[in-house]
């Protein structure tokens, strides 16, 4: 196990927060502008501002830690076996971006040896700025945050999406989001899964589910709301690992029952035990 001086840790944690505020300035800086778009799926877009974000935050994490490990979204690095794993989103809701939707975040998270240890999500439009370090709470614009007290999910507003993939693929959370709309009191589809943990994180939702997702969508956000005492699982309700592709949060009261409601669309609808 790699276990890092209290002022080394310092630093990574001021790296990681930099590297996102500086991701979001860029955001920030092109957002309502016109944009270059191209697609890496049918409706999966990349605009040359993700491209800019990612590439000025990499060279920042490079600069203080040339031997670290990152893998993000829009570009394909070579891993070295650092126990050192930055996770980056550059731009979280680009189709939200390109279309001036004002809800996108950048997301920076940092693994060692496997474990999620820091995170931060910045919401450049709404300039806020959610961070954790494990064992140190979670924050918004420095101020702790902390999940709702909702313990009904019929009382509960929740969060999802939905995979660019969602033509294609019929496990696509259709038949889930129809069961639920039904047992919940609302549920928001808003385009950026960083934003849903943070917002989940700090009660605005009280819980957020997705069955196709990405580590660099959820890497940040999941230690967020775990520090802000809410739990994580995958879709059974086992240990997440960010690299399932798949995702529930909640402030804890309501998990299970949004749990035992996902593995019934399950069974009934795909067969799965």
Same mark, same amino acid.
């Given at each position: 196990?790699?276990?890092?001086?209290?002022?080394?840790?310092?630093?990574?944690?001021?790296?990681?927060?930099?590297?996102?505020?500086?991701?979001?300035?860029?955001?920030? !800086?092109?957002?309502?502008?016109?944009?270059?778009?191209? @697609?890496?799926? +049918?409706? #999966? %877009?990349?605009? $040359?501002?993700?491209?800019?974000?990612?590439?000025?935050?990499?060279?920042?994490?490079?600069?203080?830690?040339?031997?670290?490990?990152?893998?993000?979204?829009?570009?394909?690095?070579?891993?070295?076996?650092?126990?050192?794993?930055?996770?980056?989103?550059?731009?979280?809701?680009?189709?939200?971006?390109?279309?001036?939707?004002?809800?996108?975040?950048?997301?920076?998270?940092?693994?060692?040896?496997?474990?999620?240890?820091?995170?931060?999500?910045?919401?450049?439009?709404?300039?806020?700025?959610?961070?954790?370090?494990?064992?140190?709470?979670?924050?918004?614009?420095?101020?702790?945050?902390?999940?709702?007290?909702?313990?009904?999910? !019929?009382?509960?507003?929740?969060?999802?999406?939905?995979? @660019?993939?969602? +033509?294609? #693929? %019929?496990?696509? $959370?259709?038949?889930?989001?129809?069961?639920?709309?039904?047992?919940?009191?609302?549920?928001?589809?808003?385009?950026?899964?960083?934003?849903?943990?943070?917002?989940?994180?700090?009660?605005?939702?009280?819980?957020?589910?997705?069955?196709?997702?990405?580590?660099?969508?959820?890497?940040?956000?999941?230690?967020?709301?775990?520090?802000?005492?809410?739990?994580?699982?995958?879709?059974?309700?086992?240990?997440?690992?960010?690299?399932?592709?798949?995702?529930?949060?909640?402030?804890?009261?309501?998990?299970?029952?949004?749990?035992?409601?996902?593995?019934?669309?399950?069974?009934?609808?795909?067969?799965?035990?």
């Amino acid at each position: 196990m790699t276990t890092c001086p209290e002022n080394e840790y310092h630093d990574l944690y001021e790296t990681l927060c930099a590297a996102a505020r500086l991701g979001g300035s860029i955001l920030r !800086e092109h957002f309502g502008k016109q944009k270059d778009i191209m @697609y890496k799926g +049918r409706i #999966n %877009p990349v605009t $040359n501002v993700d491209l800019q974000s990612e590439k000025a935050i990499i060279d920042l994490i490079k600069s203080r830690y040339p031997d670290h490990d990152i893998i993000t979204e829009e570009s394909h690095i070579e891993l070295m076996g650092s126990p050192f794993r930055w996770i980056i989103d550059p731009l979280d809701g680009t189709v939200n971006y390109a279309h001036d939707y004002p809800f996108v975040s950048v997301s920076v998270a940092l693994e060692i040896d496997g474990r999620l240890e820091i995170g931060a999500v910045f919401d450049p439009v709404r300039e806020e700025f959610f961070s954790a370090r494990r064992g140190h709470g979670a924050q918004c614009n420095g101020k702790p945050i902390s999940v709702s007290k909702i313990d009904s999910l !019929e009382k509960s507003l929740l969060a999802t999406g939905f995979s @660019y993939d969602i +033509r294609e #693929n %019929p496990y696509n $959370n259709l038949a889930h989001f129809s069961h639920l709309i039904m047992s919940v009191q609302g549920i928001r589809r808003d385009g950026s899964a960083a934003l849903n943990l943070c917002y989940s994180a700090m009660g605005r939702f009280d819980g957020y589910w997705e069955l196709s997702i990405s580590p660099w969508d959820i890497a940040a956000g999941t230690l967020i709301t775990t520090e802000a005492g809410g739990t994580v699982t995958n879709l059974r309700g086992e240990p997440l690992s960010i690299y399932m592709n798949q995702i529930v949060a909640t402030n804890g009261k309501i998990h299970d029952e949004l749990v035992g409601h996902i593995r019934h669309v399950d069974r009934e609808q795909y067969n799965m035990t």
